[in-house]
């Protein structure tokens, strides 16, 4: 996930700089700009997925677990999750323009 990120961060300000004409177009999208958004947003969407089921060490906050072991239940790594990276992961990985659009039917705002 970490080279995708890196990679990612190579990307965008070509895509940025390249693809735009100096108007705001959404039209002008390339394949691989489609393509390159669905592989990013696929694999941080697995990566939520794996972060359910990851071992982590125990901490102080873990109450019966002495500090430093593996914690491999379930519900106690989802619990772990959950309170705390998953609303970044989740927000971050959630396509919203695309659900905006697939929620209003694909209608600009704009009426002219």
Known sequence: VMF????DAMVL???????SDGEDNEDKETGFDI????????????????????AYESTTKDVGIPPGTL???????????????FSI???STV???????????????DSA
């Not at 995708?4 to 990679?7: K, P, S």
């Not at 393509?35 to 990851?54: G, H, Q, R």
């Not at 396509?95 to 705002?109: D, K, Y």
Request: with cysteine; charged share 10%; aromatic share 20%.
């Open 89 to 91: 992961d989740f927000l």
């Open 71 to 85: 914690v491999t239940n379930k519900t106690k790594i989802a619990t772990a999750y959950l309170r705390g990276w």
């Open 35 to 54: 393509a390159w958004f669905w592989i990013t947003s696929s694999v941080f969407f697995l990566d939520i997925c794996i972060n359910f089921l990851t």
């Open 13 to 19: 300000p070509f895509q940025l700089a390249f693809s």
């Open 95 to 109: 396509p919203w323009p695309q659900l905006a659009e697939a929620l209003t039917g694909g209608n600009s705002s």
């Open 4 to 7: 995708l990120v890196l990679f």
